[in-house]
């Protein structure tokens, strides 16, 4: 695709005082702290209201928080494992990128089983964020290696998809609801969009080249949402218009925002990982403001992936500062859950 400052109205808000007009509000956040020291607790994955898995990426296991009894209990891996990523089918498997040792690997906690799915081509060295598609698949990123990969959850064969830019670094990954798979590849100015019946990947270069986005949400009106980590701005691009409208975030161009996730009302939500401590950011599309930001009580350091559970209106996130985070988004939908 050529270069979309070619193709389409670009619209950038360099102040984001003006976003602000409206009082900000904050979230109840509660976080529990890791009994493992320095682990590297990243990427939780809540399977039901009470059971969040998460990995713990320097220590090398897979672990499991009850919500409501604070107990914390652990898979361990293999030694080098420096699993990335997980998450949990409707059936309880637990799936995880094993980005040190160029596997998938699928975890049964019922019988206690662990499968190794070693990627197809050595180059693929390191499975990095998984997600599934909901038609028997799971999409996959593989940052270094510079692919976008597809497991078979059935029969385990892999597919893998080379970027078309070299050094890319494909990093979040997300399914539209039409089945398009949308990709950020962080080491460039680029989103890829990769069509899911004929495996053809198509790229949308953003108007900055210094951008750099690191994650990215789809919300129900089909658009891509995504973090410029490199420069502290919410982004949005529109596939049907290709129409792209930027934000800057409130704490500013050194804000580094990197997790994200949008909640059920199509709000987008991020952390400020740039600032001390990382700001638990709310925007809402509706009135394109920032409307909440709440400071992580442990500090944060680096929050790397949020997930969304929707039956409680909950984001997790994992801390470098060794917790597993819970901000209460849409506190109604956690009030029916009690």
């Known amino acids: 695709m050529h270069k979309l400052t070619h193709l389409v109205m ?10 602000l007009a409206q009082a900000q509000s904050s979230v109840d956040l509660k976080e529990w702290e890791v ?13 039901n209201k009470n059971t969040v898995w998460f990995v713990g990426q320097r220590s090398g296991y897979l672990a499991r928080l009850d919500v409501e009894t604070g107990h914390f209990s652990k898979v361990e891996l293999e030694e080098g494992s420096g699993p990335h990523n997980l998450i949990v089918g409707h059936d309880g498997i637990v799936w995880y ?34 997600v599934f598609d909901g038609k028997g698949h799971i999409w996959f990123t593989v940052q270094n290696g510079n692919f976008v990969g597809r497991l078979n959850i059935n029969s385990h064969a ?19 609801a039409d089945g398009t798979v949308w990709v950020v590849l962080f080491g460039t100015n680029k989103l890829a969009k990769i069509n899911p019946k004929t495996l053809t990947l198509s790229e949308v270069e953003l108007p900055r080249d210094e951008a750099r986005p690191r994650r990215l949400e789809v919300t129900s009106d089909g658009r891509i949402w995504y973090v410029d980590y490199a420069k502290g701005r919410l982004g949005v691009f529109n596939p049907e218009s290709e129409n792209i409208e930027e934000w800057v975030i409130p ?15 199509g709000r987008i939500w991020m952390v400020a990982s740039g600032v001390d401590p990382n700001l638990f950011i709310g925007f809402d599309p509706a009135t394109d403001t920032f409307f909440s930001s709440t400071p992580i009580p442990s500090g944060g350091r680096t929050v790397r992936h949020m997930h969304y559970y929707e039956p409680t209106g909950t984001v997790w996130f994992g801390t470098d500062t060794n917790y597993i985070g819970r901000a209460i988004v849409e506190p109604e939908k956690a009030v029916s859950q009690q």
């Open 10 to 19: 670009f619209v950038l808000a360099f102040c984001a005082t003006p976003l």
């Open 35 to 47: 009994p493992w020291e320095k682990s590297g607790p990243r990427d939780p994955f809540a399977e």
């Open 97 to 130: 990128a094993g980005n040190r040792k160029a596997l998938i690997g699928r975890y049964d906690p019922e019988v206690k089983e662990m499968q190794k799915i070693a990627m197809p081509d050595p180059a693929a060295r390191d499975p990095h964020t998984l």
């Open 158 to 176: 892999i597919d893998l998809i080379p970027s078309k830019t070299d050094g890319s670094r494909p990093y979040g990954i997300k399914i539209a």
């Open 251 to 265: 704490s500013g161009e050194a804000s580094r925002p990197y997790g994200m996730a949008a909640d059920s009302q």
